[in-house]
């Protein structure tokens, strides 16, 4: 088998997070030694011009003596971020305001050319 294969073991326990276009994998994997570890794969869904589509695969594996440093970091980063930022996602937000700025100017764009008298030109 080639070295992909040789890496990747039995999977074990396995949990999927679809999140948009993103879906996060959780898999439980064994060593050939029969020790566990963890993979995270980030897959992102990616649209072609002409409508065809591929994915983006990240993947961190991550073993039983890293679990401690690791989850404190991450819980870490992640109040740090919700402390600064609050839980509100700001890019939704940001989408919604960006939408009603383009309505209105859409609204003042064709009041503007209502106005206009062929008379002034």
Request: aromatic share 14%; charged share 40%; net charge negative.
């Amino acid at each position: 088998m080639g070295g992909k294969d040789s890496i990747e073991q039995e999977e074990i326990y396995s949990k999927v997070l679809r999140a948009g276009r993103r879906t996060y994998f959780f898999d439980v994997r064994s060593t050939k030694a029969g020790d566990y570890y963890l993979t995270v794969t980030e897959s992102k869904k990616f649209t072609n011009d002409d409508g065809s589509f591929h994915y983006k695969k990240h993947k961190i594996y991550l073993y039983k003596e890293d679990f401690s440093a690791f989850k404190d970091n991450l819980d870490d980063m992640m109040n740090y971020i919700i402390d600064e930022k609050g839980e509100e996602v700001i890019s939704e937000r940001h989408q919604k305001d960006f939408k009603k700025e383009d309505e209105v100017q859409k609204v003042e764009t064709t009041e503007s050319f209502t106005n206009v008298s062929f008379d002034d030109i």
